[in-house]
């Protein structure tokens, strides 16, 4: 069994900074693709950035040079910094991993998905 944990969602008056965390626990053998999206009331859940194990990243348009994704291997957690936020970056932010965990004498692959971290610029 796998989970996913955000934290470090909240309340931010724009041009603010917030840091959002993801672990990962459980069964792992190893943690391939990690991402962050998010979705606002009434629209698709995008994806906002993505980063390899090996710490290739992207991004999209709308966050590039204000949002930076990072992670830390040896504790199995991912991180996105989020700089001069906007008002528009308001959402639900959820954390995406694909985790090859133990399973019987072998492993396996899984994509899954954190409980989802609340973030609102507002002044």
């Known amino acids: 069994q796998v989970q996913l944990v955000e934290s470090g969602g909240g309340l931010v008056q724009p041009g603010g900074s917030l840091r959002l965390s993801c672990a990962a626990s459980?069964?792992?053998?190893?943690?391939?693709?990690m991402g962050w999206y998010r979705q606002a009331p009434g629209k698709e859940r995008d994806m906002v950035a993505t980063?390899?194990?090996?710490?290739?990243?992207m991004y999209a348009d709308s966050v590039k040079g204000r949002f930076t994704i990072s992670r830390d291997n040896a504790k199995n957690t991912m991180y996105l910094q989020m700089n001069s936020l906007k008002s528009e970056d308001t959402a639900v932010y959820y954390c995406?991993?694909?985790?090859?965990?133990?399973?019987?004498?072998?492993?396996?692959?899984?994509?899954?998905w954190g409980q989802g971290t609340q973030v609102t610029v507002s002044s």
């Open positions: 995406y991993a694909s985790v090859q965990y133990y399973a019987g004498s072998g492993t396996n692959i899984k994509g899954y």
């Open positions: 459980g069964s792992i053998f190893s943690v391939h693709n």
């Open positions: 980063i390899t194990a090996g710490f290739s990243t």
